[in-house]
């Protein structure tokens, strides 16, 4: 396709995100690319670009959860566009890396998320993604000097809920959550109640409850931004059938579901799970291409 600016415009998918690039590419209106990529025997990364580059904008899908063994081929695919002359480099990354360790707990330890940016950004001209794990920065465009765009999953999540369950009561499983279960339950119209949460290492998690007796009748629908070992989940799970609720329904918005997540969210009793394919997974039941792609329209034409 060629834009109202008269430049080339396509999309490439990365290994990886092809269901999502492909269904961005007809909405765009824009031809898709894939890059060709192997491995060399000793490990490092091989990539070839057949698309047309010479002062293109290319829209590159990647989906960098598990970043470490994707960000390389992103890399040099990325290098490998500018090299060949594309004029703008668009990364949409639905699900951004690297975000929870935004300050330094611990002497010596490294801000990932601030050093993965300086490692990202440099690559590309603009970046959209999907509710950033946004904490202590508050503000994706404070950590990424590129044009930033962030795609919101509550109105989606939200029509999905409605579907699902008739009478909810919204839990956030600690503070940080506060912010995506509050979205949910201003679209729906659902009271939201938050947990607190105490974590003592990476699978240590506590998490006690607040007076909620006046929300007895309705059914609990967990709401985190992200299920990653799932102990945080599970302990909510384990607080609210202790204080005498149902089994909860667990909404995450990037299900990474590490080690063996799944199987013990399900062994937890979980009433139902249900994520979003920011990053592709069997319980994804809410797809965000058709936002993805306006938010790519919108930021590469604004
Ligand atoms: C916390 O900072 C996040 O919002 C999630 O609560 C957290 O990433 C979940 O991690 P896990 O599934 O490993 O308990």
Same mark, same amino acid.
């Given at each position: 396709m060629t834009s109202s600016r008269g430049e080339a415009r396509w999309v490439l998918a990365m290994p990886g995100a092809e269901d999502l690039a492909e269904p961005m590419a007809v909405a765009l209106g824009e031809a898709l690319h894939r890059p060709r990529i192997r491995r060399f025997p000793d490990g490092e990364s091989y990539v070839r670009i057949e698309g047309p580059c010479a002062a293109a904008t290319v829209t590159v899908v990647a989906?960098? #959860? !598990?970043p470490d063994p994707k960000f390389v081929p992103f890399a040099l695919a990325a290098s490998a566009l500018k090299d060949l002359g594309a004029r703008r480099i668009c990364l949409v990354a639905p699900y951004l890396p690297y975000? %929870? =360790? !935004? @300050? %330094?707990? =611990?002497?010596? *330890? @490294?801000?990932s998320a601030r050093y993965f940016s300086a490692m990202l950004?440099?690559?590309?001209d603009a970046l959209v993604t999907v509710d950033p794990h946004l904490h202590r920065i508050d503000d994706l465009a404070r950590l990424y000097p590129v044009r930033c765009r962030v795609v919101h999953a509550a109105a989606l999540l939200a029509e999905r809920l409605r579907h699902e369950v008739a009478e909810p009561l919204l839990i956030g499983p600690d503070e940080e959550s506060e912010q995506w279960v509050s979205a949910l339950g201003e679209r729906i119209g659902a009271p939201v109640v938050v947990l607190s949460k105490i974590r003592r290492g990476d699978r240590d998690v506590e998490i006690a409850l607040p007076p909620? @007796? %006046?929300? %007895?009748g309705r059914t609990p629908v967990l709401v985190d931004d992200i299920i990653s070992t799932g102990h945080t989940m599970t302990q909510a799970i384990a607080a609210l059938a202790e204080a005498g609720w149902p089994a909860p329904v667990c909404m995450g918005? #990037?299900?990474?579901?590490? !080690?063996d997540a799944l199987r013990r969210l399900r062994a937890a009793g979980a009433a139902g799970i249900i994520t979003t394919n920011t990053v592709d997974h *069997?319980?994804? @039941?809410? !797809?965000l291409s058709g936002l993805l792609a306006s938010a790519v329209a919108d930021i590469l034409e604004s």
């Open positions: 989906r960098l #959860h !598990d975000m %929870r =360790q !935004d @300050a %330094r707990f =611990q002497p010596g *330890e @490294a801000v950004s440099p690559l590309i909620m @007796a %006046r929300w %007895r918005i #990037h299900g990474l579901f590490a !080690d *069997e319980t994804n @039941a809410v !797809d």
